[in-house]
């Protein structure tokens, strides 16, 4: 045998990545970034690191406001039903949503997308449904980082995180410090599930013996994937226009942990909030899965925003200011609680719901789990 043979010469692309397609994809990707550009953007996609001007953005005295999250298993409904244009404004709300509650204005957002082998057109389904996102937020999408690899994810599975970077003035954060008994509670419309609780909705799918290429059960007009991926609403736009208006005490992102987890992170710990759940009906997803998996109330609002995305905590001569000011701004809104003196261990969220709400038979009540 010839001591002399020839090594087989390996490329990156032998082992599963092809820098070419990720080439392909950034370049698929630049007018989805570019339509998202802002005042304080210095720079464009492609740099090792994005510039933000804040004082051409128009602050005097900011403080920085960040946040990261994902989309959750709600992508595996993405990946399986072939729906990839969504997700991505799912990314971008469960981040800015975040921000928006203590007053910040969106500013900037990164996203990171993982996958076993990468396709341009599903990246840049994915990639454009982030943009979209960040038109709805008036946040630049300055950049982010695309890795293909193979063997830590299987050929079509792909994983979602974002990052996202607001400011607030200094004297304007809102902190909910002068929440006080006898504020209202206001609800805004969630559009779904939003981008929590989907290891049980997986679930209750698989039970159900439904595909998500099979007619929606509870909206006959789209398939159950398309029904179960609407993406999360984004609040930035309304929230800021009451903030604008200075009618806002507080704001609670309605996400995993559902009311009773969710409302106590913005109240004063001598403060309690009462909600009523029959002040509105509980949208048809949330009562396919209340009835499927027959879930009880306390458990609905410890899981899912069941109709709510935001609660908003104004003063009571300020709700109907505030209310028109949503309106005006395309929210639902709905009168949903009040804030009420809170005793020493007594529960910080107590949501009440009398025969009939949510379409329960019982009286029933569901309580956070004790102090803050």
């Keep these: 045998m010839s001591e002399n043979k020839q090594k087989t010469s390996y490329t990156y692309k032998d082992a599963g990545v092809d820098i070419d397609a990720g080439n392909a994809l950034v370049d698929a990707i630049k007018p989805a970034a570019a339509s998202t550009k802002r005042s304080g953007v210095t720079d464009d996609l492609g740099g090792f690191g994005a510039l933000f001007d804040l004082k051409a953005a128009g602050y005097k005295d900011p403080i920085l406001v960040s946040g990261t999250d994902g989309v959750g298993t709600k992508l595996k409904i993405a990946i399986d039903s072939g729906i990839h244009n969504t997700v991505g404004v799912d990314l971008v709300a469960m981040c800015v949503n975040d921000l928006i509650v203590q007053g910040a204005e969106p500013l900037f957002f990164l996203d990171y997308f993982a996958t076993g082998h990468l396709s341009v057109d599903a990246g840049r389904d994915i990639v454009g449904g982030i943009a979209e996102g960040c038109r709805q937020a008036n946040a630049a999408l300055i950049g982010g980082e695309t890795a293909e690899m193979p063997g830590m994810y299987a050929d079509g599975d792909y994983d979602l995180a974002g990052f996202c970077v607001g400011a607030v003035e200094r004297e304007e954060i809102l902190s909910g410090e002068t929440i006080a008994p006898g504020d209202i509670v206001l609800g805004l419309a969630s559009s779904g599930i939003h981008s929590n609780g989907f290891s049980l909705v997986r679930r209750l799918v698989a039970d159900s ?164």
């Excluded at 179960?228 to 995993?256: F, M, Q």
């Excluded at 009523?276 to 048809?284: E, I, K």
Aim: proline share 5%; hydrophobic share 40%; aromatic share 8%.
């Design 209 to 372: 013996g439904l595909g998500y290429a099979d007619p929606c059960p509870f909206d006959k007009n789209k398939t159950f994937g398309e029904a179960l991926l609407t993406p999360t609403r984004i609040y930035v736009k309304s929230c800021l226009a009451n903030l604008k208006e200075g009618t806002l005490k507080g704001l609670s992102h309605i996400t995993g942990g559902g009311f009773v987890e969710n409302i106590p992170r913005v109240l004063p710990k001598n403060v309690a909030v009462e909600v009523d759940a029959g002040t509105w009906t509980l949208p048809p997803v949330f009562d396919w899965l209340r009835t499927q998996g027959n879930i009880t109330a306390a458990e609905m609002a410890k899981t899912f925003n069941c109709g709510i995305g935001m609660a908003v905590v104004v003063a009571a001569e300020n709700a109907d200011r505030a209310r028109n000011i949503f309106e005006d701004n395309g929210e639902t809104v709905y009168t949903i609680g009040r804030v009420v003196e809170r005793t020493d261990g007594a529960p910080a969220t107590v949501v009440n719901g009398n025969a009939g709400d949510w379409g329960y038979s019982e009286t029933w009540t569901a309580i956070s789990a004790g102090k803050k």
